[in-house]
């Protein structure tokens, strides 16, 4: 056993406000909580675990980020970021170094640009990656993992011609001779995906196994990876096969693939203490900050009003199969009209089927709801729907947003203080690799003082408390993947998962919180991470 104590410690369960210690037992679950003296006498011979006066926490729990994305990123593909790739030129010279290297016909993988903070203020074109290689394709992913371009190669290779037609749900970007620019978006990306070779599974097992790694450098003990195909599935089985799933996964099985019409088999339910699979994944809409979320006014500069993936009566039916099956559902939402949408099609699941007959009430997810309005949220609250949002995004994106975003908008972007009010369960993530950094701890700065990078704030009204980041980002993300009985906070019988961080983050200024320095991660009880 294991007594930890000397520190502060928050536990995120009201029946145990100010704990002075935290007994783990053999089995990795928490044994007690309560007073150092009591745990003591109970198990006198527990390993003293001094935390020095720092401050222990419920494992930190990104309710929202694809972790195989990110560790693809961090392992095998090309990094376009701002801080490494700031303009074109060095965008292109990355690809271009990388081809040096690889055999013709190879695939160049890469992710992480933003149009609107290059210096060329535009999205990169077929020509500008043509100058990197010519003979081997090259797919760039911008930030929001929404669009990607194509250089002439993997366009050849896509059968992507002034001829194909856009797909439901998506669109090929022309140039005013008609000609594919390499630009394509929401769906239309499929049309490339397709085609582009998968990875092996070992290199997928590697590259979860770093964006892991990485997670419990940032105190993370709990994932929801949210779009996850049969690949994806069978990689994650064989992962936990081997004993390698050292962070706790949720994962959200895709239902339709971009670029095309078919629809993937409901996956098979299962759960373990660190897989689980029961909840399916829906895009209704596109991305904010590539102006491509469906909202009812049109973007600046675009003059567009973003896209619908699909026809209501289509995403009803597929949801409907979900929720007959006793599947929970997540649908990635943002635009006002595709929350309309959303929202609709889950009253009436809930007309159908108020309650399942084996699983009970299923509480479906609304993945970002970024831009609801004080309707949206009282109709999901009677359904109890749980919100998955972004603060960080006003961090990472939030200039982005201001560059597309009507002013109309503003108010209501991310408003969690009024989906806080409004009786929602929230749980906070970061959509990494959306944003360049996933730190729960400059997600919770952001839920604070909602500053973009510039400090400049973006409707600050919605700011939130200390407490309610915290939990948020703890025991919200375990109610939203289901978990509420075995994580989120620090309550005997649930896992030891638990971090301890450098200072309190309920008495850190916010301008400091992505000052704190994670000094451990347990998962179970044992040490998974150290400083």
């Known amino acids: 056993?294991?007594?930890?104590?000397?520190?502060?410690?928050?536990?995120?369960?009201?029946?145990?406000?100010?704990?002075?210690?935290?007994?783990?037992?053999?089995?990795?679950?928490?044994?007690?909580?309560?007073?150092?003296?009591?745990?003591?006498?109970?198990?006198?011979?527990?390993?003293?675990?001094?935390?020095?006066?720092?401050?222990?926490?419920?494992?930190?729990?990104?309710?929202?980020?694809?972790?195989?994305?990110?560790?693809?990123?961090?392992?095998?593909?090309?990094?376009?970021r701002k801080a490494v790739a700031p303009d074109i030129?060095?965008?292109?010279?990355?690809?271009?170094?990388?081809?040096?290297?690889?055999?013709?016909?190879?695939?160049?993988?890469?992710?992480?640009?933003?149009?609107?903070?290059?210096?060329?203020?535009?999205?990169?074109?077929?020509?500008?990656?043509?100058?990197?290689?010519?003979?081997?394709?090259?797919?760039?992913?911008?930030?929001?993992?929404?669009?990607?371009?194509?250089?002439?190669?993997?366009?050849?290779?896509?059968?992507?011609?002034r001829e194909t037609p856009d797909p439901p749900g998506g669109t090929i970007v022309r140039d005013a001779q008609g000609e594919p620019t390499g630009l394509l978006q929401e769906t239309a990306q499929g049309l490339l995906t397709r085609v582009v070779p998968l990875d092996d599974d070992r290199v997928m097992a590697d590259a979860i196994r770093a964006a892991m790694e990485?997670?419990?450098?940032?105190?993370?003990?709990?994932?929801?990876?949210?779009?996850?195909?049969?690949?994806?599935?069978?990689?994650?089985?064989?992962?936990?096969a081997a004993g390698d799933l050292r962070v706790r996964i949720n994962g959200l099985p895709i239902r339709r693939p971009d670029g095309g019409t078919e629809t993937l088999p409901l996956p098979e339910r299962y759960v373990s203490d660190t897989l689980r699979i029961d909840c399916v994944k829906f895009f209704a809409d596109g991305g904010l900050s590539g102006a491509t979320a469906a909202i009812s006014q049109p973007y600046k500069v675009t003059g567009q009003t973003g896209v619908l993936r699909f026809e209501t009566e289509e995403l009803t039916a597929l949801?409907?199969?979900?929720?007959?099956?006793?599947?929970?559902?997540?649908?990635?939402a943002i635009g006002d009209v595709a929350l309309d949408q959303v929202i609709g099609a889950y009253e009436t699941l809930h007309q159908r089927m108020p309650v399942h007959p084996e699983r009970g009430l299923?509480?479906?997810?609304?993945?970002?709801?970024?831009?609801?309005?004080?309707?949206?949220?009282?109709?999901?609250?009677?359904?109890?729907?749980?919100?998955?949002?972004?603060?960080?995004?006003?961090?990472?994106?939030?200039?982005?947003?201001?560059?597309?975003?009507?002013?109309?908008?503003?108010?209501?972007?991310?408003?969690?203080?009024?989906?806080?009010?409004?009786?929602?369960?929230?749980?906070?993530?970061?959509?990494a690799p959306v944003v360049p950094d996933d730190s729960p701890l400059l997600g919770m700065k952001a839920a604070l003082d909602r500053k973009d990078a510039d400090g400049n704030p973006l409707a600050p009204e919605q700011a939130i408390s200390p407490f309610e980041a915290l939990h948020a980002y703890t025991m919200g993300g375990a109610i939203a993947s289901g978990d509420a009985d075995n994580r989120g906070s620090l309550s005997p019988g649930k896992w030891a998962d638990m971090t301890v961080l450098s200072r309190d983050p309920l008495a850190t200024p916010p301008d400091e919180l992505p000052e704190i320095a994670v000094s451990q991660t347990w998962v179970g009880g044992q040490l998974r991470y150290q400083a």
């Open 319 to 332: 949801m409907w199969e979900a929720h007959a099956a006793g599947f929970r559902i997540g649908t990635h």
């Open 214 to 240: 990485h997670q419990l450098t940032l105190g993370i003990t709990s994932a929801t990876d949210p779009l996850l195909t049969p690949f994806h599935l069978r990689v994650y089985h064989q992962l936990e």
């Open 362 to 431: 299923l509480r479906h997810r609304i993945e970002h709801l970024g831009l609801p309005s004080a309707q949206h949220l009282a109709r999901c609250r009677a359904m109890r729907v749980i919100a998955v949002p972004q603060t960080v995004f006003l961090y990472a994106l939030g200039k982005t947003f201001r560059t597309y975003l009507p002013d109309d908008y503003y108010a209501r972007c991310y408003p969690v203080r009024a989906m806080i009010d409004a009786g929602l369960t929230v749980a906070l993530s970061s959509d």
């Open 89 to 161: 030129p060095t965008i292109v010279g990355k690809f271009r170094a990388r081809a040096t290297s690889a055999a013709p016909e190879t695939w160049l993988v890469g992710r992480g640009y933003n149009e609107a903070e290059l210096p060329e203020r535009r999205h990169l074109t077929r020509q500008d990656l043509d100058a990197a290689s010519a003979v081997h394709p090259i797919a760039l992913t911008r930030t929001c993992g929404h669009m990607i371009v194509a250089n002439s190669r993997a366009l050849e290779l896509a059968g992507i011609t």
């Open 1 to 80: 056993m294991q007594l930890f104590f000397n520190g502060i410690i928050h536990s995120v369960d009201s029946a145990y406000p100010h704990p002075e210690a935290v007994l783990v037992g053999d089995d990795g679950r928490i044994a007690a909580v309560g007073a150092r003296d009591d745990l003591v006498a109970r198990a006198p011979g527990a390993q003293r675990i001094d935390l020095g006066g720092q401050t222990l926490i419920p494992g930190f729990n990104d309710a929202h980020v694809h972790v195989w994305k990110l560790g693809l990123l961090l392992t095998v593909q090309i990094d376009a």
